[in-house]
């Protein structure tokens, strides 16, 4: 069932993603070369205990993955780009990290990504996550009622071909509320005008993510880290949006001093 929220109900969506958007942009900061991906993994189970949040990922056992997850968020190096699972591993120079979590606070939920550089960023891999950016920014723009579900997906696929990278279908966006994964998925491409009717109400986590070679994925033992089949780098961007009566209400953005967390320890770079 698809559910449309009140004002209110969004309002609540939104306290939670301020505070997702908060959580994960204090991770962008903390990821640096030589810090243990646990180190960040604990890092947002402590943020959660504070604020009395809970995780979307804590005992999540959906049907592609290995028994449930016992973590906060995921953290995917490289070629990994979802479901990767926090391990021992100190980040190294000129690593690409993503970082996906989902929480909910008094019931609502919220589900946010970003991926940054670590060290001293590869132009080919700021490009790749430039990509996933401006494409996630395209797709919360059509994100507007009386729009179509296609809409969404085809600014994201549209941006994709501009830079030149394919798109894997079999994960994307989807609805969200009382619980992180409700009824819409969210293809990374599509057709403009097909699919569901936008309508104030329908709040929903838009992730585009692309790998630089290829739109193919395998599967790590661990049974949850997700990777690209040649081994490419990749990255992924999400926010979740609330749609309204006067055009999306982004509901997870970050504060403005890590709102693009490009790079890590290193932003600069991006201008040279």
């Not at 290995?66 to 100190?90: M, Q, T």
């Not at 132009?123 to 723009?141: F, H, W």
């Not at 009386?146 to 966006?173: H, K, M, Q």
């Amino acid at each position: 069932m698809i559910e449309h929220k009140s004002p209110a109900d969004i309002e609540r969506m939104h306290v939670t993603g301020q505070f997702l958007g908060q959580v994960l942009g204090e991770l962008g900061d903390l990821a640096a070369v030589g810090v243990n991906l646990l180190d960040l993994e604990h890092h947002a189970r402590r943020r959660i205990k504070e604020r009395g949040a809970e995780s979307c990922y804590w005992d999540y056992e959906p049907s592609f993955g290995k028994g449930p997850f016992r973590n906060v968020v995921c953290l995917s190096v490289n070629d990994a780009v979802l479901h990767g699972l926090p391990h021992s591993y100190k980040l190294r120079d000129g690593d690409l990290l993503t970082m996906d979590m989902a929480v909910t606070v008094d019931g609502w939920a919220a589900d946010s990504a970003l991926s940054v550089v670590v060290g001293t960023p590869a132009p080919e891999d700021l490009r790749l996550i430039e990509a996933t950016e401006v494409a996630l920014e395209a797709a919360i723009e059509v994100a507007l009622p009386g729009n179509r579900l296609g809409d969404i997906s085809a600014a994201i696929g549209g941006v994709a071909a501009e830079y030149g990278y394919p798109v894997n279908l079999e994960f994307g966006g989807h609805g969200i509320g009382r619980t992180m994964h409700e009824e819409l998925h969210i293809p990374n491409d599509g057709r403009p005008g097909r699919g569901w009717k936008l309508r104030p109400g329908l709040t929903i986590a838009i992730e585009p993510w692309f790998a630089a070679g290829t739109d193919k994925i395998v599967y790590d033992p661990d049974g949850w880290t997700i990777r690209s089949a040649d081994g490419s780098r990749t990255a992924h961007s999400e926010h979740t949006v609330a749609i309204t009566e006067t055009g999306p209400l982004v509901l997870t953005r970050r504060p403005e001093s890590n709102t693009s967390a490009t790079t890590a320890k290193g932003r600069d770079a991006r201008r040279k």
